[in-house]
């Protein structure tokens, strides 16, 4: 701009000169991250799932054992070449069902928090930024729902709900969101008082303008923190419906039924529980370590400073 | 900010002063205390790893030397003898209590004598009379007398609760008087040639009329008092009983009946385990010397482990898949029949182990009536499958049907898998529903919210006519409360409806038996339901169990059993 | 002109806090008010009250003659347009997240004065003219030193054009070296686009150098007032006097720590609402008035009010 | 602290009334007939009116809503068409177990989950710090049930150590029962054969359930700890010359126990209802077995009463909490 | 000015770097700085200059890691403190050193009152506090120790200008306001009657007359008790009303230090001069004041020669690439500016 002659730019590097502070803010941030050994394999791992999750109807080798096939002769055969990790008792590949497994987990885990944070942080933004009655109105119904021990209300709504992948969706949304409003409401009442927003009112800007292009953004991180730690839950969570038979309907496969299945028949089929069990526990591991890592690179804190 | 806000008034500073000091030594106390624990806490955590080295059973069975610990699957939730009559109810009050006739084992059940003596009935079936033995004693000592008989009996009918529903359909409070102390009489409704049969079935106990008055509250003559106490006369009595975690039994040493093994047990303890896995795990681990419904996939574990085996039984545990015949692509016969040419038995037998008995007919084995000739007439065929379903609008498929079993049983899973798979090859979407066994039964109640296909368990008295009239008479469901699970086809077939009328009436037993026969041609050849097969009763025993013989329900008699540990 | 007025604002929090307490005071068009206290003093509430950020508990605030207290919040958008304010803290004033862009131009986007290129070109000129590169429009805050932010923060508030500028603190956050710039540019600015300041602090020394007026204010309440050159050489309020004799001089040869001053702070000294607020750390409250009347703001001498029992107008020479 | 009380015990029967609106309108708004169930497969019209009637299903839900409530202020739980026993002496019963449960685990969590925080934060980055953060991100990843299943197959089938499940050696006369919570009992009783007998059918889910525990507590305390380390008075007690001992077992200590101490109150809530996957799995009579055994049954007035007893439990575990962080943190306290 | 200097702090040559995620900042950048015996120093800087991690290196406070001690010597007492560690350290610290910090409301543990820490703080410099805390009091020697302990405490706090001490001790720390904590802080400081008090900016976050009520208490007790200061902080007239002598900081160099009177009045260094220039003061007419142009550079990438080159009004070439050596313009005044090598002494 300031100089007329300078060659005409690419509209990447003109791109890539515009922003050089976010590249840059990036790269040290992609650094950091890179040091915490543990989060980097939690990375590693969860982007290695999300492939597996997606991917995952192409090359399974058994697709149809998911959808309802079943091979009575094939019964509980142990792995082997042709079966992974074995079969089930109705003949099924379990590493088939293992792995499209992967795919129900993610998909009811983002739907759940999609749901749940969509509620909670509107709530909480609400109850936070006006304060007042709007607040005493939100933040008690909130206390009643953490009231309540999410696995316990969740395990009540989906057993009266009866047994389905939207029903288990539903109890776990409605066991979740109050956490997020919380957060939301508690840094909402923090940030109002900022210097920032006030001066966004200083300069006019409305309320919704101050809530959402101000202060939400600002409260991303701490979001973003809780909702991967949160993933690994919801998935353990939907494990657990599953196991107590009321998680995803036959002849879908999830680790918590194919858990609780395969359980009558350990010794003897250890396969049959063992690889769902750690697939699962691999999945709510890896985003463990990956929201534990995030922690400590967002936190404002662990910057070390002279 | 007010929190840093100081007041120098003396006041306040001797109230902080007083604040602090009793915080200090309260937290010295507890300090303490905490103190005095860990220290007493390190040698009896060494104890406890002492008791964990040595060799459970023997350090214990010095002490309690004849103690059958049973894993049962089910919660025994009261011991009222006038109530339902969950298995595990009902096998606790059959060691509390006598009653009438008792089943000594064998297939199909022979009734046999327990408090009574002689019976015998009026030639039209409509008055029966019982001789009562005078040897039995209840616990307190106090002589057993018809007096109780009729009480309990009595006290059930006035109850109307579940164990008084196919009773009631018979005898009235009125209906049963005591001429004298050992004779009992019943005076029917309405005939019936197998009253003793249904006796012996309801298994009704004979509670002391004496301990119960004594007990009365609000003239409830002992109801409320004998939910959670017992007052009978049968081998076991209760030694400690806490609801929700110790079921303890104790034996009565001078049973009036004697016992009848080598040996006797001095004790049962019920370990109420739902899960079947632990149930599994406890026989295997030799803390449960029996465990009860054992999954058929583990029988060959049990029998494979050197101190355990498994006993199989088929009873009267019979599963249907019940059609919805007034709705839906079910109500549609050759649907129904395409249906039935679809379900390949023998994969779902192979799903339980083999561990099934197909059934042939309406009527499983073990029901007076049971026609063993009968040949499954719908076994898996599917080019008849193909036929039937071209007579149907439904012949390219394209339709979805649901099949509603109880959630968490994998038996009844395996069946809707092993159709589901079948059906897709001809276009058709089977919905797996598991429900909540209340949503079966309340949906079962009218044909509108009534399943396609509903796999549903019957347990009945071994007696044709109520078996048949439940499931397939028209009035079982067609009335103004709407139908029992039992009733979840909706079937309305006129001709069957009136035979089953002239059944229950007639004494004849080869009418009997020719109505039976009639009834099940024209059944089957309906299909309102698939008879799938007879579920077995799975026991699993430690080898030093001994005396143990099948009679016919889930539980055992502990009567008969002793334990020998030699072997 | 009189551009601000205010007729005794008060500001109660919580029902027992009386952050600022009945303050009246004027500000002329074109000129720098200075308002001094420490800390806990309620300047800032003061500051904050005047566009309505926080809602007076009672009082008037009339601005160009115009009242304020009783504008709807829509009606009072085209006043705060008018009324900008300059954050003390250039960390916490700023949203992180947002580019200097965004940041500059949001309130040209907000009245919707400007927008897309217009607006860039807006946003890059008042950069120029606060002293930032215009290249660095994609920035985020954090990668500003303390003087950039503070320079952001002003053309932030000076976008729009304001008429009143309210600088709270801006300056108390930096280092004195940095601090002379944006005082010198604050200086600038005013000439330029005939800006009038209301300048919060508490260093006497920016005042004196910024300010034609100043008041001081203590536990909520203007203690004394007037024209910067009679109060930095007349002081009439015992506190003022105090105030003065504890700046460190960076003269050596000028010793303060020989000279007495007050004994104890606000906090460990409080004031039990009764009589002059100033009293319990007053180092000649005498009079029995002091603890029982509460003074009122007097004319000393022309241009100069305070708020003592023991200053009476003859006890000071012109 | 009398207002912040005051204004406490005001909001609790507010929580329990919408908590009892939520569960009762959650649980009768579910379709199933408990009633069919109760009456059995072979019940006449009539004996199903009448049960109908005795559970006042035929009125309006409000009214039944308020029969149940006028009924719950007067101390009357319910009754149970399922058990066909009154629900309030059974949630007592059952809760005691729960609570036995939850109490052991959160110590066993505390006692590991305190060295490992603080060696995790003196640490910081080197080695102790990962493996204490291993082990608690990995004990809050492994499924809970699996981890039972696990230790049942090892601990009780394979190595015979403990027993399979339960709650007490069915061989072995019960205990009398004083408070419910069998330690405490047979301490009471002085009967030391069952005292033993009972921790060894403890140690298999208490082991369970504390995993949770240690993982939160760990984590919370070292971030704690980490914070205040930070703070100045850290600096200033080491320049003074305290020993490095010395500030990390009390300097720190103190302030990083009053966060953990409001976390507590969270804690023992989420076992006292999550404990029901462990209670599933092995067999433990607690009361959230009791509950989901109600849900699947649609038994509704226990699943209300189990719903609304948590509810109160963690209301006042919550409060007491609360004071608790008030007596020891004197900053609030006293103001 | 003592004639018979004795140095109770010699750093030479120092170079520090701190590890941060975005690099390594090399925060201190060869610091040569003695310390008499008696001296009350002012050091003085912006932020960021280094001067605190110059002053906390003294008793090795600055945590490591991210702090790197690349090059050179603090000698204490004569003692290397670089080479110190554990046992050694903290002994040194409890008897020779005492630090008064910046924020007072951050200084004072929350939880526990001003009694138990001022007596741990008295004890440990007795050599008598029991790293079993937790049963501490219980024995009967220990007991009465800390009664010692309490009523030297109450000594201190009385002499520091605590009204009524035996009474405000039992408080916490959130009792007392900004200037009192300061006080108790100093009061822990000095207890075990240490050689040096290091004092980091410990009226920055007070008002004027607290600070010149703080700032009164360390002159009397200077005088008092034979106690050497460093007192570290970002105003110039702190120091002018304090110190005698002054070292004054940029960008983790000392560039010039001198008794106060003749760097104050005569400022060698084009940084020192602009620091001065840069505040108001009441001959200065608005419009008038002369900061330093430029910015503070970044530690992570310095300029190669002088640090201040980039902002200075006489950089040469020479300055943009060369480090300038310290010069001492008279006996005790230093300067390290090429400006002035000229007037360099023959040492």
Redesign the interface.
């Known amino acids: 701009?300031?100089t007329l002659s300078s060659p005409p730019l690419s509209r990447w590097s003109r791109w890539k000169a515009?922003?050089?502070?976010?590249i840059t803010?990036l790269r040290?941030g992609i650094?950091?991250f890179s040091?915490n050994?543990?989060s980097v394999i939690g990375l590693t791992l969860v982007i290695l799932l999300l492939i597996i999750a997606i991917t995952a109807p192409l090359w399974v080798p058994y697709p149809g054992d998911v959808t309802?096939?079943?091979n009575?002769a094939e019964?509980l055969k142990p792995p082997s070449a042709e079966h992974l990790f074995g079969t089930d008792?109705?003949g099924r590949d379990v590493f088939s069902r293992t792995i499209m497994a992967t795919r129900t987990s993610f998909q009811v885990g983002v739907i759940i928090l999609v749901v749940a944070i969509t509620i909670g942080v509107t709530l909480g933004a609400i109850a936070g930024y006006f304060g007042g009655w709007v607040n005493q109105v939100i933040m008690?119904?909130t206390?009643?729902m953490l009231?309540?021990?999410?696995?316990?209300?969740a395990?009540?709504?989906s057993?009266?709900?009866?047994?389905g992948v939207l029903n288990a969706m539903l109890a776990l949304s409605i066991t979740w969101w109050p956490g997020y409003c919380r957060l939301v409401e508690a840094q909402m009442l923090k940030m109002r008082e900022?210097?920032?927003v006030?001066?966004?009112?200083?300069?006019?800007?409305?309320n919704t303008?101050i809530i959402f292009r101000?202060i939400l953004?600002?409260l991303?991180t701490a979001i973003i923190i809780k909702a991967s730690m949160d993933f690994?839950?919801a998935v353990?969570n939907l494990?657990?419906l599953g196991?107590?038979?009321?998680g995803v309907?036959?002849?879908e496969p999830d680790w918590?039924s194919m858990?609780s299945?395969g359980?009558?028949?350990?010794?003897?089929s250890w396969w049959y529980?063992t690889f769902p069990?750690l697939f699962?526990?691999v999945t709510?591991?890896a985003f463990?370590?990956l929201g534990?890592g995030l922690r400590d690179l967002l936190d404002p804190?662990s910057?070390?400073?002279? | 900010m007010a929190q840093n806000h100081f007041d120098p008034t003396r006041k306040m500073v001797e109230d902080f002063q007083a604040g602090r000091v009793s915080r200090r030594e309260f937290l010295k106390f507890v300090t303490a205390l905490t103190a005095g624990v860990a220290t007493a806490g390190v040698p009896v955590i060494a104890a406890a790893k002492n008791v964990a080295k040595a060799p459970v059973r023997g350090t214990l069975n010095q002490v309690e030397p004849k103690i059958l610990i049973y894993g049962g699957s089910q919660d025994i939730a009261t011991i009222d003898p006038f109530d339902r009559t969950d298995y595990s109810i009902a096998a606790i009050i059959r060691q509390l209590y006598d009653r009438l006739f008792r089943f000594e084992g064998g297939w199909p059940q022979p009734i046999e004598p327990g408090l009574v003596q002689e019976w015998s009935s009026s030639a039209d079936a409509s008055e029966w009379t019982f001789k009562i033995t005078d040897q039995a004693r209840f616990h307190d000592g106090s002589p057993l007398t018809s007096e109780d008989v009729v009480f309990s009996y009595q006290q059930t009918l006035k109850a109307q609760k579940q164990r008084s529903s196919l009773l009631s359909g018979f005898l009235d409070v009125d209906g049963i008087t005591a001429p004298d102390a050992t004779t009992v009489v019943m005076k029917l409704k309405i005939p019936y040639g197998s009253f003793d049969r249904l006796l012996a079935f309801l298994e009704q106990p004979i509670a002391s009329k004496a301990i119960a008055l004594a007990n009365e509250v609000d003239g409830d003559g002992g109801a409320a008092y004998l939910i959670d106490h017992e007052a009978g006369s049968g081998p076991f009595r209760i030694k400690n009983w806490q609801i929700g975690s110790v079921y303890e039994l104790e034996a009565v040493e001078d049973y009036w009946q004697g016992w009848p093994g080598e040996g006797r047990l001095s004790g049962v303890v019920w370990q109420k385990t739902e899960d079947a896995g632990t149930r599994k795990l406890g026989l295997l681990a030799g803390n449960f010397d029996i465990s009860d419904t054992i999954s058929s996939t583990d029988i060959e574990e049990i029998n494979a482990n050197e101190t355990t085996m498994v006993s199989v039984n088929y009873g009267l545990l019979a599963g249907y898949l019940k059609y919805n015949t007034q709705a839906g692509p079910t109500a549609d016969p050759n649907f129904r029949k395409f249906l039935a040419y679809s379900f390949d038995r023998q994969a779902f037998a192979d799903s339980q182990q083999g561990y099934v008995s197909i059934m042939t007919g309406p009527l499983p084995e073990g029901v007076p009536g049971y026609d063993p000739d009968l040949d499954p007439q719908y076994s898996y065929d599917p080019v008849k499958a193909k036929e039937h379903l071209d007579m149907t609008e439904f012949k390219d498929g394209g339709i979805s049907i649901d099949f509603v079993y109880v959630s968490g049983l994998d038996f009844e899973e395996a069946g809707g898998l092993i159709l589901l798979a079948e059906l897709q090859k001809y276009n058709i979407t089977l919905n797996l529903v598991p429900k909540n066994w209340p949503d079966i039964v309340g949906a079962c109640t009218v044909p509108e919210s009534g399943p396609h296909i509903a796999f549903i368990f019957d347990a009945f008295p071994p007696l044709a006519d109520t078996w048949l009239i439940e499931k397939y008479s028209s009035k079982s469901w067609d009335r103004p409360t709407g139908g029992s699970y039992q009733a979840c086809s909706f079937y309305k077939n006129e001709t069957v409806d009136s035979l089953l009328d002239e059944l229950r009436l007639t004494t004849d037993t080869a009418r009997i038996d020719a109505i039976v026969q009639e009834v099940q041609t024209i059944i089957s050849n309906d299909a309102p339901d698939m008879p799938l097969y007879v579920t077995p009763n799975i026991t699993g025993l430690n080898k030093r169990v001994k005396g143990f013989t099948y009679y016919g329900d889930i539980s055992v008699d502990f009567w008969r059993l002793w334990l020998d540990d030699a072997t | 002109m009189t551009i601000l007025e205010l007729r005794n604002l008060t500001k109660v929090f919580g029902g027992r806090v009386r952050a600022v307490d009945d303050v009246s005071l004027t500000i002329e068009a074109g000129a720098t008010f200075g308002l001094l206290g420490e800390s806990g003093s309620g300047k800032s509430t003061l500051a904050r009250l005047i566009p309505r950020l926080i809602e007076p508990t009672s009082g008037e605030i009339f601005f160009e003659g115009k009242p304020l207290q009783n504008l709807r919040e829509r009606d009072l958008r085209p006043v705060r347009e008018q009324i900008q304010i300059v954050f003390q803290n250039p960390f916490s004033s700023l949203n992180p997240r947002m580019t200097v862009r965004e940041l500059i131009g949001e309130p040209l986007y907000i009245h919707k004065r400007a927008s897309g290129a217009a607006l860039d070109e807006q946003v890059r000129e008042m950069m120029r003219l606060v002293g930032l590169n215009p290249e660095h429009t994609n920035r985020f805050p954090h990668e500003f030193s303390g003087g950039q932010r503070q320079r952001i923060g002003i053309a932030r508030a000076i976008i729009l054009r304001p008429k009143l500028l309210i600088l709270d603190e801006p300056t108390s956050a930096l280092d004195v070296s940095v601090q002379a710039q944006v005082l010198n540019l604050l200086i600038d600015l005013q000439r330029t686009l005939h800006l009038t300041y209301l300048l919060i602090t508490h260093d006497l020394s920016v005042v004196r150098y910024m300010c034609d007026d100043v008041a001081l204010m203590y536990l909520g309440s203007i203690v004394e007032q007037g024209t910067v050159q009679r109060i930095f050489r007349q002081p009439a309020h015992p506190y003022t006097q105090a105030l003065l004799r504890d700046i460190p001089s960076t003269d050596p040869d000028q010793r303060m720590l020989e000279s007495v001053s007050l004994e104890a702070d606000i906090v460990s000294a409080p004031w039990n609402g009764q009589g002059c607020r100033f009293s319990p750390r007053c180092p000649v409250a005498q009079i029995g008035e002091c603890k029982t009347v509460e003074p009122a703001l007097v004319e000393v001498t022309t241009g100069q009010r305070a708020a003592c029992h023991l200053v009476k107008p003859h006890l000071v020479t012109p | 602290m009398l207002r912040f009380l005051a204004r406490r015990l005001l909001i609790i029967p507010l929580i329990l009334l919408g908590l009892s609106i939520v569960t009762f309108t959650v649980s009768r708004l579910v379709p199933g007939d408990p009633v069919k169930l109760a009456a059995g497969p072979q019940a006449r019209p009539e004996q199903i009116i009448k049960l109908t009637e005795e559970f006042g299903l035929d009125r309006p839900l409000p009214e039944q809503y308020f029969m149940y409530m006028t009924g719950l202020l007067q101390g009357n739980w319910g009754y149970s068409i399922s058990t066909k026993r009154e629900v309030g002496p059974d949630l007592v019963t059952y809760f005691a177990a729960t609570l036995e449960l939850t109490i052991v685990s959160t110590l066993i969590g505390l006692a590991v989950g305190i060295p490992l925080a603080v060696v995790s934060a003196r640490w910081r980055d080197r080695w102790p710090d990962h493996f204490s953060r291993f082990i608690s991100i990995g004990a809050v990843s492994v499924p809970v049930f699996w981890i039972a299943i696990v230790l049942q197959i090892v601990l009780a089938q394979n190595l015979r150590l403990l027993p399979v499940s339960g709650r007490f050696d069915p061989r072995m006369s019960y205990p009398e029962t004083y408070t419910g919570l069998l330690l405490l009992d047979t301490l009471i009783g002085g009967n030391i054969p069952a005292f033993l007998t009972t921790l060894r059918y403890l140690i298999i889910p208490a082991l369970c359930q504390s995993l949770l525990v240690i993982a939160l507590v760990t984590r919370q305390l070292r971030g704690d700890l980490l914070d205040i380390v930070r703070k100045d008075f850290v600096l200033v007690a080491r320049a003074n010359g305290i020993p490095e001992r010395v500030i990390w077992t009390r300097y720190l200590m103190k302030n990083a126990l009053i966060a953990t101490v409001s976390m507590m109150g969270f804690l023992i809530g989420f076992q006292l209802g999550g404990a029901v996957l462990i209670e599933y799995v092995l067999d433990w009579p607690g009361i959230g077995q009791y509950a989901l055994k109600a849900a699947l049954q649609l038994d509704f007035q226990p699943i209300m009463g189990s719903t609304l007893f948590i509810g109160c439990v963690v209301v006042l575990v919550n409060l007491i909490t609360d004071l608790l962080y008030r007596v020891i943190d004197p900053r609030i306290g006293l103001s | 000015m003592t004639q018979s200097a004795q140095p109770l702090v010699e750093i030479r040559d120092l170079f520090t770097e701190m590890v941060t995620f975005d690099g390594v900042s090399k925060v201190l950048n060869g610091v040569n700085l003695t310390i008499n015996k008696g001296d009350l120093l002012g050091l003085v800087g912006e932020t960021g200059c280094g001067k605190s991690v110059t002053a906390m290196t003294i008793p090795r406070l600055v945590p490591q890691p991210p702090a790197r001690y690349t090059r050179g010597q603090v000698l204490f007492r004569g003692e290397d403190m670089l080479t110190k560690q554990g046992e050694e350290l903290r002994q040194t610290r409890a008897q020779h050193i005492g630090v008064v910090f910046q924020d007072p409301m951050t200084g004072l543990n929350p939880v526990f009152t001003i009694e138990q820490q001022m007596v741990d703080a008295i004890l440990t410099r007795q050599q008598s506090l029991h790293a079993t805390g937790f049963f501490r009091g219980w024995l009967p020697s220990n007991r009465e120790r800390r009664r010692q302990a309490r009523e030297r405490a109450i000594q201190l706090l009385r002499r520091v200008g605590i009204p009524e001490p035996e009474k405000r001790i039992n408080a916490y720390p959130h009792q007392f306001s900004g200037g009192m904590r300061q006080r108790v802080l100093i009061a822990m400081a000095i207890s075990g009657r240490p050689d040096l008090l290091i004092a980091d900016e410990p009226t920055t976050a007070l008002d004027v007359s607290v600070q010149a009520q703080i700032l009164r208490l360390i002159a009397e007790l200077v005088r008092e008790i034979d106690l050497t200061v460093l007192l570290i902080t970002h105003n110039i007239g702190v120091v002018a009303q304090l110190c005698n002598r002054i070292a004054v900081m940029y960008a983790g160099n000392v560039v010039e230090s001198g008794p106060t009177r003749e760097v104050l009045n005569a400022p060698k260094h084009p940084y020192t001069q602009g620091l001065l220039q840069a505040i108001p003061s009441e001959d200065i007419a608005r419009g008038e004041l002369v900061g330093v142009a430029g910015s503070v550079p970044s530690l992570l990438t310095p300029p190669p020669g002088c640090r201040f080159a980039p902002r200075c009004a006489h950089a040469t070439d020479r300055c943009l690439t060369a480090f300038p050596r310290t010069i001492a313009v008279t006996s005790q005044h230093e300067v390290a500016c090429v400006l002035h090598e000229a007037e360099a002494k023959t040492a």
């Open positions: 701009m300031t515009d922003h050089a502070s976010q803010d040290r650094y950091r040091r050994r543990l309802g096939s079943i009575m019964r008792d109705a008690r119904l206390d009643i009231t309540f021990p999410g696995i316990f209300l395990l009540a709504i057993a009266a709900l009866g047994r900022e210097d920032f006030a001066g966004a009112r200083a300069i006019g800007a409305s303008r101000h953004p600002n991303l690994g839950f353990l494990a657990a196991f107590i038979g009321v309907l036959p002849p918590g858990i299945a359980r009558r028949f350990i010794p003897g529980s069990g699962m526990f709510v591991l463990n370590l534990d804190n910057t070390v400073r002279s």
